[in-house]
């Protein structure tokens, strides 16, 4: 069964860096895009940055310039460095793989559990 375990949030002051990690585990054989997305409280789940397996990201605007996502292929495992970080990026921050298992099956969307970043003032 595949399973994206989160870790890496915690309470930071504005202006401070995290840094996110996913792994990702449970009878891969291939995973497309990773990528982060992110649900403050009282708002719908954003996009916060997405990374194919070539390596090729894609940002959301505000976090462009402050937030890196890459990716160890053989570890099955994305991270999103976050720098320079606002109160505005508190919020629930989940992983998502879009996962093969078998050379012959389609992919599947999965998600993380879900970490919780908190910047303060």
């Known amino acids: 069964q595949v399973q994206l375990v989160e870790s890496g949030g915690g309470l930071v002051q504005a202006g401070g860096s995290l840094r996110l990690s996913c792994v990702t585990s449970g009878g891969i054989w291939h995973i497309n895009n990773m990528g982060w997305y992110r649900q403050a409280p009282g708002k719908q789940r954003e996009l916060v940055a997405t990374?194919?397996?070539?390596?090729?990201?894609n940002y959301a605007d505000s976090v462009k310039g402050r937030f890196t996502i890459s990716r160890d292929n053989a570890k099955n495992t994305v991270y999103l460095q976050m720098k320079r970080l606002m109160p505005e990026d508190t919020a629930v921050y989940y992983c998502?793989?879009?996962?093969?298992?078998?050379?012959?099956?389609?992919?599947?969307?999965?998600w993380g559990q879900g970490t919780q970043v908190t910047v303060s003032s």
């Open positions: 998502n793989a879009d996962v093969v298992k078998n050379w012959f099956e389609s992919s599947h969307n999965y």
């Open positions: 990374i194919a397996n070539s390596g090729s990201a």
